[in-house]
Every structure is written in structure tokens, then in C-alpha cells.
């Protein structure tokens, strides 16, 4: 049994949906206790709450971690960060990260006032070295941690001769290219009269177009869109797929994309973020360069079960030894505080 945690921390999050970043804090803050608070920027569910679990819904960051006394605060994504230079400013005595989710900018404000936070906190956490790299550069490795974004260990199923059966989940939003996967999936069924693609998860501005894009394609019968899920419910529809589609323009540690190769789906994505370097090409994964390359590969991996299956149990043992997301986050703000260098 890990010793107990000695430290109060503060996490906070500009909004609590359905990204990577959120769902990664409710899971941690669910397993860690009262150790670990999770703070939301704006308004939230109605309902009980769990104790550790705060929506501010405009009160001040800064005034909550003073009141909880927080060791350490941690501030996901560029709407936290006015949040984080308040804190710094008014409660100078607790320690402070910048949490970094991708390897590249959303727009302008996001690049200043990351470029502007990195300069103020004690430490600088990312989900990848792509983040650290992409946001802070060379510079950024020497100063950053890295946090896994391993959420959990879930049992993958038993799977037999691969079919074109085609998943994601996530937000449905443009910076996931989901127009891009709708496309290379029609190239793939043109020619599969079985070929299914299901998308899970919450329309954050993209579904109608998307949904457009599917009738004009004709797939409007082949492609499903399936709503928002919990991670059960995911699991077991994606035991009825064997390929994972993420192709975005942007990525950082791309946490649905672990979960997905942690249950033996063969990844299809872009060399964005991490994904470059843990979807190794007809090893772990297929690396999207362009659709006919793609739909090649893929149609290699369906015409060969041994090369899937390889493939496939190469994606589950990627992460069998890495620590999960709670336990990393809690080591690295108790070491933090306690001024314990890596």
C-alpha cells in the first residue's frame, strides 16, 4: 500500500464536459479523495456533488485554494490561466502549475498567455513531450513533467479475423478531423458491404455538418452516431470494432486514443502529438498520410488476421506498464511540494 498523501491539491478546469482533460480529473478525483480538489471554472450539474468536486461559476480560484489551503494548484488550458495568474498574485505561498493537453496553440490568446504562464509557475506539467515541446520548445523538456494519461486498466476482449469495423469516441468537434475519418471510411466501404463506423461522443459544433457529409457520401446507413457514453458502455461497443479512427490536426497525449490500443483496437491516426510516437506504422497502428496510402494499410491488416493480431496485442502492451493518470499527478504535486527535485 502507497504511503498516505500529505498534501492538499487544487485542480482547475475551465468547464467540466466530455474532453480528455475533464474526465481524466473526475476519475482522479473520484479515486484520490478529499486530497485532491477539482475545481470548474463555470456552473455544473445540479445534485449532490462529491465533496472534493467544486463548480465556481464565477467565484475566484484563488479565494477557494486559500480556503482549502492547497499546497499546490495545477491550471488546465488557456481559460484557466487568468485564474492561475490571480492565484499566483494572491496567494503567493502556494506552489503553481500550468498543465499543457497539446502540442500546439487554438489561437492567439491561447500562445500569449501560455507563453506568459510558463514564465510565472513553479513547474510546468504536460500529457506528452509533444505538448512540452510544441508549446514551450526545446527549453520546455528541461523545465516540464509529464504526466501519463493512463485512466485506467479496463480488460480488453478476445478478438478473431479483423473486420472494417470502425470506432471513436470524443468530442465531435473540427479539431478531431472527423470529416476526414467520414471520408477515408466511404473509400473503405465502397468496396466492404460491411463496413461499419460508430462515433460516441457530444456534439461540440461539427454533428450536422458531419451527418451532412455521411448522407452525401451515401453512408448514412453505415456510419452511427451514437451520442455521448460512459467508458462501459464505450468498451462494449468497442468490442464489436477492431480499428480506432482519430485523424486530428492536433493532439496531445489523445487519451480516447489510449484507451482504445489499452483495449486492443488497431489505432488509425495522424502523426500528431503522441500519437506519433506510440502508433508505430503496421505495428501498433496505421499512420494517416493520405487516403489511398491509409485505405492500403488498412486493407493489408483485414486481408492478414496474423499481422492484426499482432498489431493488436503490440497496442494492449504499450501500456501494461505505465503508472496511472491519479497516481503520476498525485506524485508530482506531492514532490513538488515538498521541493523534491525529479
Partial sequence: ???????????????????????????????????????????????????????????????????????????????????????????PGIRTVLFLHSDRPVHLADRWLTALAARLVDQVWADSPESLKGRLGEAGLLKGRIISFVRHRPDPPVRAEPRPAFIYWGRLTPLKRIDRAIRLFARIAANRTDARLTLIGPDAGSQGELEALARTLGMADRIEFAGPLGFDAIAERAAQADFFLQLSDQEGAAMSVIEAMQ????????????????????????????????????????????????ASAAAINRWTATRLYDQDFMAAAEALARGIRR
Fill in 1 to 91: 500500500m502507497p504511503p498516505p498523501l500529505t498534501v492538499c491539491v487544487l485542480h482547475v478546469i475551465p468547464e467540466d464536459g466530455l474532453g480528455g482533460v475533464e474526465i481524466a480529473a473526475r476519475t482522479a478525483a473520484a479515486r484520490v479523495g478529499e486530497a485532491l480538489q477539482v475545481a470548474s471554472l463555470t456552473d455544473g450539474p445540479p445534485g449532490d456533488l462529491p465533496a472534493n468536486v467544486h463548480y465556481l461559476r464565477g467565484a475566484s480560484a484563488s479565494a477557494l485554494a486559500r480556503r482549502l489551503k492547497a499546497d499546490v494548484a495545477v491550471f488546465s488550458l488557456w481559460k484557466s490561466i487568468p485564474a492561475l495568474i490571480m492565484t499566483r498574485l494572491t496567494a
Fill in 263 to 310: 483495449l486492443g483496437l488497431v489505432p488509425v491516426v495522424t502523426p500528431v502529438g503522441q500519437m506519433a510516437e506510440y502508433c508505430r506504422p503496421l505495428e501498433t497502428g496505421v499512420i494517416f498520410q493520405d487516403e489511398a496510402q491509409t485505405a492500403g494499410d488498412i486493407g493489408r491488416m483485414l486481408s492478414d488476421p496474423g499481422l492484426f493480431s499482432r
